[in-house]
């Protein structure tokens, strides 16, 4: 069964300093992994995404990275604003050909304070 | 504006009662998608559709329904027969050939049981 592990589940950090999300895949076979920022009551809102090939993928003050290898992401946000509080989900599709299959991570929730 | 809409932001069923759920897009998607998200959980996939006049169930679509009559909408109706509809219900889209298919989700419905 295809899987899309986040940690931390929360996290909480001061405003200005940088923090790291991490996330573990399980989905076989694998065709890309973006990264969404959901703030409270919205829509999630894509921030990255990387296939097989790509290894790092920058937004702005985010940065995602990719190990296809032992399955495994990381989102960077450096210098942390307020606004970055929200909840960040690691969504990893699958290629089986036909529908795309999506598996979505439960998220992990961050907030930044003053 | 290009996007994605979703009404009422909030809704309230009875006990018995069957409630649509309205998503439009403007974005000349042919794919659509309904999921939906609890706490401490990933987006679940009720419905999605490919195309006009054409969908297929998800992962959780008993007690749901929905139909494709025209590429820009894609409604929900939440039935009597789903026993558990309180839930933050999310439609998206996205661009339907093969390749990275981000999907753009809309801002969301709240159901709540009375």
């Known amino acids: 069964k295809n899987q899309v592990e986040q940690s931390p589940q929360s996290l909480i950090i001061l405003e200005g300093k940088n923090c790291t999300l991490q996330?573990?895949?399980?989905?076989?076979?694998?065709?890309?992994l973006r990264w969404y920022k959901q703030d409270t009551g919205r829509g999630p809102v894509s921030l990255t995404i990387?296939?097989?090939?790509?290894n790092t993928k920058s937004n702005g003050r985010y940065t995602a990275t990719l190990d296809a290898d032992t399955k495994q992401s990381s989102l960077h946000i450096t210098a942390s604003q307020l606004s970055d509080s929200a909840s960040y989900i690691c969504?990893?599709?699958?290629?089986?050909?036909?529908?795309?299959?999506?598996?979505f991570g439960t998220g992990t929730k961050l907030q930044v304070i003053p | 504006d290009g996007g994605i809409t979703q009404s009422p932001k909030y809704l309230f069923r009875k006990e018995g009662q069957n409630v649509t759920l309205s998503c439009e897009q403007n974005?000349?998607?042919?794919?659509m998608y309904w999921y939906r998200q609890d706490p401490g959980q990933g987006l679940r996939l009720i419905y999605y559709?490919?195309?006009?006049?054409?969908?297929q169930k998800g992962d959780i679509a008993e007690g749901y329904s929905v139909s494709r009559e025209k590429k820009e909408s894609f409604p929900l109706t939440v039935t009597s027969a789903q026993k558990n509809p309180t839930a933050f219900y999310l439609c998206?889209?996205?661009?339907?050939?093969?390749?990275?298919?981000?999907?753009?989700f809309g801002p969301g419905t709240r159901l709540l049981v009375l």
């Open positions: 969504v990893v599709t699958d290629n089986s050909g036909g529908y795309q299959k999506v598996t």
């Open positions: 996330c573990n895949y399980t989905v076989s076979p694998f065709s890309n």
């Open positions: 974005l000349n998607h042919d794919a």
């Open positions: 559709s490919q195309i006009v006049n054409d969908f």
């Open positions: 998206a889209s996205s661009i339907n050939r093969e390749g990275l298919k981000t999907q753009y």
């Open positions: 990387m296939t097989f090939s790509e």
